[in-house]
């Protein structure tokens, strides 16, 4: 019993960033953008949240200034997508290169390069009463930090906006057929522009998540493929925020396995089970490659006659 | 040309207006793109409740204009004047505030979203949650109204192509269209859903909605519209021309092409040979696994035309690609000159002597990022006299060769390095059809090979088409051009849902007869009821 409640409180947080970063770029997605350098978002995210939070020693702050960050640096990526149309894939691979170049510096410069991490403010788990006492479930779904709840509470959210809401409609509809939603009045600049904008919102909070609320540091690298992984999620999860939910727990809970199958010490070398969320994520993706809502006008810019 | 004598006769019919109040003036109009001018000077006048046609060829600068007018172009010069008042029309919101409606040639629909969310899309009265329902209901009593009852609920996707067009206009009245364009709208149609949509366009006008028509199709003008204004290389020929003063067909054709036009293509009687291509009880399945072709079964003898009409949609297209190898046929046979070419390569098709004008010129015929000459040794490129030993290319011969080309399919380009996607569609075509024709078929099989060229290119390639039937070749004609089919074919079988619904003598073919066959009514039936 302690087993399964442990290995279900592990599989929502490590779902977490996963599901953050993918709750904002099924939006960006959606329009028609995809954006590789979601990985490289949330790394300038987990350092600013650090950075943030040993300047303001508040975590809270710290994850506002990692948002911010975020927005700021896929502007860049924005502006070179959307504004001058330039490839999506050099310039999201771009941003990854340019992201971990920019976070190794800056870490070194701010808290130098061999010394101990500095203690800051992280997010605690946060135990809500009644619900946190039923057996089994309920230490592991409500004894959670903050951003664990907010994600999951989000899903239906962003179902709503994707799917009943004038914005969610213009967004779809900017992702299928671009030149249509011009004739109607549509700005597709606007649109899209702005839905990458949002997925910066998220993947900050993703990267901050990361760092302060998995570890409690930032370290070199730490995110170490998430943000492909959450891009893959938008794919296997059919390009809604419910599915993106879905694809998350499962990879959410290849990483809980992970430590597990390690203890169990089962002759398995450990580098195998390392390779175990990123397999499943290669095998859902191969499952789901037929069945799509996958934007008919994804990647391409759009170009005005 | 005669430009002199049509200034004349633009100011003739300049006096005689019909009557009624003005709600559109466009002055002087010019749109340059780079150093193309796509309209030069353009006036044009519409009065409230008319249907006026914009007529021209492809590349006369109609849609140039309408997109002018729409918002989508900035003009380079002149003034727009709607209901009196001068506007400036920067982007379509802006139009479509102003009671402007246009119905794209392509529809600007989104197949995977349902057919009252593209009605709403961007429709400034939406709240910032969408009340689809309430939208649905105000939708479905408007399409009561005028007769175009659509599933607001359905996919677009799942519609039909006449119904799509239905729902592109509901979607302009839905923002109070006024004036409404119709970009060539009849090219998708049937001849049934040609009836229903001028039955709409009357109800429409009736109500005091006004219509611009814009088409190259001579006898629709005739039919529905109540002014004409002509434009020919960007530039007004007629200018308001009252449809009822116009004495036939012939009249606005050579307004619109500038010169004399023969509208009927020349044929003499055919004098079939041996038979080249057999085709017997030929089944195939299409790309989503349905059964597309049902035991079909003909055969075409050289110096002969066999026509294929129908509806789109009902086999033609896995016919041709059967025929060519491009899809498996689950059963039956084909015979080429009495060699067995069921379920080969394209490559060992073609070597019998085939070939082929495809339905889309575009995406199957050439190779837009290509240049000319590269396009045109797409075929033969591995064999001599454009390969030497070695399997070098001979650019020398082939340039040489695809200057020739050029100048006897009448194919207008600055050179034979031009991309082919730089051409104009007519002489894409006019392209594709002389690499196909230059190597003297046995067989020639041709799909929609007039499809969105102007009058002077679909005589020229459909004189072509009877040229190599006299030269002894047997003509696979498959069109959607009803006038087409009977004009040029000798013999006519008429395809719907895959089956053959009946083979009809060009002497005896006529729109009523094939219309019945295409909407899957046979003979005897249509006698018995």
Same mark, same amino acid.
Do not use: L, V, W
């Given at each position: 019993m302690q087993g399964i409640t442990s290995f279900l409180q592990a599989t929502l947080r490590l779902a977490t960033p996963t599901l953050l970063a993918s709750l904002g770029i099924v939006f960006s997605e959606r329009a028609g953008i995809v954006n590789i350098g979601t990985e490289g978002m949330m790394l300038i995210g987990a350092l600013a949240g650090v950075m943030g939070s040993y300047y303001t020693g508040s975590v809270i702050l710290g994850t506002l200034i990692a948002m911010l960050v975020t927005v700021l640096f896929v502007s860049i990526f924005g502006f070179f997508t959307v504004i001058i149309k330039a490839d999506q894939t050099v310039i999201g691979t771009g941003m990854n290169i340019l992201a971990a170049g920019l976070t190794i510096t800056a870490n070194r410069a701010v808290?130098?390069?061999?010394?101990s991490p500095p203690s800051i403010d992280v997010f605690d788990s946060w135990r809500i009463p009644l619900l946190a006492d039923i057996p089994v479930i309920g230490p592991a779904l409500f004894n959670q930090p903050i951003p664990v709840y907010l994600a999951f509470l989000f899903v239906p959210i962003a179902g709503f906006i994707m799917f009943r809401t004038n914005t969610g409609l213009k967004l779809r509809a900017v992702g299928e057929n671009p030149r249509a939603c011009d004739t109607v009045g549509i700005s597709v600049t606007k649109v899209r522009f702005l839905a990458v904008l949002y997925s910066g919102v998220l993947a900050g909070f993703a990267g901050a998540f990361v760092s302060m609320g998995q570890m409690s540091f930032f370290t070199e690298g730490i995110i170490s493929g998430g943000g492909f992984m959450a891009v893959a999620a938008v794919v296997f999860g059919n390009y809604t925020p419910r599915g993106v939910m879905f694809s998350s727990l499962v990879f959410g809970a290849a990483y809980a396995l992970m430590p597990r199958i390690q203890a169990a010490s089962m002759g398995i070398p450990g580098q195998f089970i390392l390779m175990l969320p990123y397999l499943i994520t290669i095998i859902a993706l191969c499952l789901v490659i037929r069945r799509s809502n996958r934007p008919t006008s994804s990647a391409v810019p759009y170009i005005k006659e | 040309m005669s430009e002199m004598n049509q200034e004349v006769s633009v100011n003739e019919v300049k006096e005689d207006r019909v009557a009624g109040k003005e709600i559109l003036r466009m002055v002087n109009v010019s749109k340059h793109f780079a150093q193309v001018v796509a309209n030069k000077d353009v006036n044009l006048t519409v009065v409230e409740g008319e249907v006026h046609a914009l007529l021209g060829e492809n590349g006369a600068g109609k849609s140039t204009l309408m997109n002018v007018l729409y918002g989508l172009y900035a003009p380079s010069a002149g003034e727009v004047y709607y209901k009196g008042e001068k506007v400036e029309i920067h982007s379509p919101g802006q139009a479509i505030n102003l009671g402007i409606g246009m119905v794209h040639q392509h529809f600007m629909l989104i197949p995977a979203l349902s057919a009252i969310e593209n009605v709403v899309l961007g429709y400034e009265g939406n709240g910032t949650v969408l009340d689809l329902k309430a939208a649905a209901k105000t939708f479905s009593d408007m399409s009561k109204q005028y007769g175009m009852a659509i599933d607001p609920w359905m996919r677009v996707e799942q519609l039909s192509v006449g119904q799509q067009q239905r729902l592109e206009i509901l979607k302009a009245l839905y923002r109070d269209a006024e004036l409404l364009i119709l970009d060539e709208p009849t090219a998708v149609l049937t001849p049934q859903e040609v009836e229903n949509l001028f039955d709409i366009i009357r109800q429409l006008t009736k109500e005091g909605k006004t219509i611009i028509f814009i088409s190259h199709k001579l006898n629709e003008i005739m039919t529905i519209c109540d002014r004409c204004t002509v434009l020919r290389n960007g530039r007004v020929a007629a200018e308001g021309l009252p449809v009822k003063d116009i004495k036939n067909a012939n009249q606005l054709a050579e307004l619109m092409v500038g010169q004399t036009v023969n509208l009927k293509t020349d044929k003499s009687v055919a004098k079939p040979g041996e038979v080249v291509l057999q085709v017997k009880n030929v089944s195939a399945l299409n790309d989503r696994k349905l059964q597309a072709l049902n035991d079909v079964s003909f055969e075409i003898r050289a110096g002969e035309i066999l026509g294929v009409a129908g509806v789109d949609g009902n086999g033609q297209s896995e016919l041709v690609k059967v025929l060519t190898g491009l899809i498996p046929a689950s059963e039956g046979q084909v015979r080429i000159s009495g060699v067995d070419c069921i379920n080969k390569s394209p490559k060992q098709i073609l070597e019998h002597g085939v070939s082929h004008i495809p339905e889309d010129r575009q995406k @199957?015929? @050439?190779?837009?990022? @290509?240049?000319l000459r590269e396009n045109i040794c797409l @075929?033969?490129?591995?064999r001599m006299p454009y390969s030497g030993k070695g399997g070098l290319l001979r650019w020398s011969w082939i340039d040489e060769h695809s200057r020739e080309l050029c100048s006897k399919y009448q194919v207008r380009t600055p050179g034979v390095q031009e991309l082919a996607g730089n051409l104009s569609g007519g002489n894409q075509q006019k392209l594709v059809v002389g690499r196909e024709l230059d190597r003297e078929p046995k067989l020639l099989i041709a799909v929609h090979p007039s499809r969105g060229l102007d009058i002077g290119a679909t005589k020229y390639i459909q004189s072509r088409i009877v040229e190599e039937r006299d030269r002894g070749a047997a003509v696979l004609l498959v069109s959607t051009e009803l006038d087409e089919v009977m004009d040029l074919s000798d013999r006519i079988i008429v395809l719907y849902e895959g089956e053959i619904m009946g083979t009809i003598e060009q002497k005896d073919a006529d729109r009523n007869a094939l219309g019945l066959l295409m909407a899957g009514i046979k003979n005897n039936e249509a006698q018995a009821g």
């Open positions: 808290f130098g390069a061999s010394t | @199957m015929g @050439m190779i837009a990022a @290509m240049n @075929m033969e490129y591995d």
